[in-house]
């Protein structure tokens, strides 16, 4: 089973900064097979980027997604009030496991 | 719109069991593979288990393999999932996902709201 480590936990910031989310895996996941979520409060996770890189319908392009083999990131350009949520990295290239979670919170 | 809607969660006792329901609208339910995912109180994500299309092909993680049963009627355009067994650690939030191809291996495009287990004497 592929363990996906998710960090920081907590990600501190204010609105209008960047951040960078990391997903380590613990061996090479093939063909990029890694998906990203963003969780809300109360709600359901959303998808904003599969295949390791690709937006999601609707996402805007402040979300983008790099990496490749056992390191990925989620970047968020300029944060807005609604982007403040739990970040979640699945991988899909050896069965389904899922990341424990980047909480990126408001400084 | 898609919309999924599980129903069927509740207070169960342990080594108890529920069926889980989950209605498909605003797309063709049957050309797509279908999963339930969950979610305990405070956690992270765990995949559970996923159907083929068809309901000819299920799949499950280790945690749960031989006491959850995946089914779906296509004709109903609903999703299931009976759960045996029941122990204090499958309390969750359990939600329905979208699979965006006929594939298991693959990521959930839809999400619906979840129906929360509880499993507790």
């Known amino acids: 089973e592929i363990v996906l480590t998710q960090s920081p936990a907590t990600l501190s910031l204010s609105p209008g900064e960047r951040a960078t989310l990391s997903c380590r895996a613990s061996?090479?996941?093939?063909?990029?097979?890694l998906t990203w979520y963003q969780q809300k409060p109360g709600q359901a996770p959303r998808l904003l980027i599969y295949?390791?890189?690709s937006r999601a319908t609707g996402i805007p392009d402040r979300f983008s997604g790099s990496g490749s083999a056992t390191d990925f990131t989620l970047t968020i350009n300029r944060l807005e009030p609604e982007d403040f949520a739990v970040y979640y990295c699945q991988q899909y290239g050896n069965s389904l496991t899922f990341g424990g979670g980047t909480k990126v919170e408001i400084k | 719109e898609v919309e999924l809607l599980e129903s069927g969660g509740g207070l169960i006792q342990p080594g108890g069991s529920l069926r889980l329901s989950c209605t498909a609208s605003g797309f063709t339910f049957s050309i797509y593979a279908m999963s339930w995912v969950r979610q305990a109180p405070g956690k992270g994500l765990e995949w559970v288990s996923t159907?083929?299309?068809?309901?000819?092909?299920?799949y499950y993680a280790d945690s749960v393999k031989g006491r959850f049963t995946i089914s779906r009627d296509n004709s109903k355009n609903t999703l299931y999932v009976q759960m045996t067994s029941l122990r204090a650690e499958d309390t969750a939030v359990y939600y329905c996902?979208?699979?965006?191809?006929?594939?298991?291996?693959?990521?959930?495009?839809?999400w619906g709201q979840g129906t929360l287990v509880t499993v507790s004497s």
């Open positions: 295949g390791a890189s």
């Open positions: 061996q090479s996941i093939s063909s990029n097979y």
């Open positions: 996902a979208k699979v965006p191809r006929d594939f298991w291996r693959y990521y959930f495009d839809y």
């Open positions: 159907i083929s299309a068809s309901g000819g092909s299920t």
